[in-house]
């Protein structure tokens, strides 16, 4: 039973059902929130979120069935565009089961996402942002005035790192998942409602090879960038992962690595206009 005063993950679980910013916290917005929805569908409107109330938000937040369609991805597609890849035929099957679930990417949507899954999963080798930090002057780059004033408590300790620099965004559990990378309470709770998931069920199935592939067409969904990447333009992508505008890229375009992932672009696209067995 979740009341006023409660915190915690089922609470942003339940922010993100009802359409709020999932901040984890049950105040008077929330149960204002949660009376309206009561009401509206015949509940007795207590603010009280038990059973009942769980089971119609669930019932009515269940993601829809996948359409027929989308893109399939081959193995051999895998093993060529990510050569250190360790399971080119699991991968090949999770973004095919991806792309049937968001079929309205073409191609071209696809060459864009699997770019960015170049670079942001290292090549299809990690899908878990890696913590592990052994040089202050690394997290000083990465994280700036996040770090603190004494960055080098927080080498060799990723919770304590994470806890740190994601204060902000859920600390270390709101550390980046899949293979665009999902950071913050919000996007992970998010992703949970939208897959059917309790946000401790979603944030697990975001390190398995099969919700690491979901969340990239997701995300891009998500953010409303499935147009720009079905037109072929990367670097509005590229603004819509980063936080961007297209002409802010400059500040960090050598940062995020910018001339690769646009020349990964061409390369998938080429990739993926070829049929390889």
């Known amino acids: 039973m979740l009341r006023r005063g409660a915190r915690g993950p089922e609470v942003a679980r339940l922010q993100g059902l009802l359409g709020q910013v999932a901040d984890g916290e049950f105040g008077p917005v929330t149960e204002a929130a949660v ?6 569908r015949g509940l007795t409107a207590d603010g009280l979120v038990g059973p009942k109330t769980w089971a119609a938000l669930e019932a009515e937040a269940a993601p829809p069935v996948p359409k027929a369609g989308g ?8 093993r060529e565009g990510f050569p250190r890849c360790a399971d080119p035929s ?11 679930r ?3 990417f073409n191609r071209t949507g696809w060459a864009c996402i699997l770019a960015k899954a170049n ?5 299809l080798t990690r899908w878990d942002e890696n913590l ?3 040089s202050a002057e690394q997290v000083k780059r990465m994280f700036g005035g996040r770090a603190g004033a004494n960055p080098e408590k927080l080498l060799r300790n990723p919770r304590l790192l994470g806890d740190t620099v994601y204060s902000h965004l859920g600390g270390y559990d709101g550390r980046g998942l899949g293979v665009i990378q999902l950071t913050g309470l919000a996007n992970h709770s998010a992703f949970a409602m939208d897959m ?4 401790t069920e979603a944030r697990a199935y975001m390190q398995t090879i099969p919700g690491a592939a979901m969340t990239a067409p997701w ?3 998500h953010y409303g960038a499935t147009a720009k990447a079905n037109a072929g333009d990367m670097k509005a992508v590229l603004a819509v992962v980063a936080g961007k505008t297209v002409d802010g890229l400059s500040t960090i375009w050598t940062a995020i690595h910018g001339d690769q992932q646009m020349a990964d672009f061409e390369r998938f696209r080429k990739l993926l206009g070829r049929t390889l067995a």
């Open 119 to 123: 670079t942001e999963a290292g090549g």
């Open 196 to 199: 059917g998931k309790s946000l």
């Open 132 to 134: 592990f930090y052994t």
């Open 35 to 40: 009376r309206d929805w009561q009401r509206a």
């Open 219 to 221: 995300y891009l969904d």
């Open 71 to 78: 893109v399939e991805i081959t193995a051999a597609q895998i």
């Open 90 to 100: 699991a991968w090949a099957a999770a973004f095919s089961s991806a792309s049937e």
């Open 102 to 104: 968001f079929p309205a």
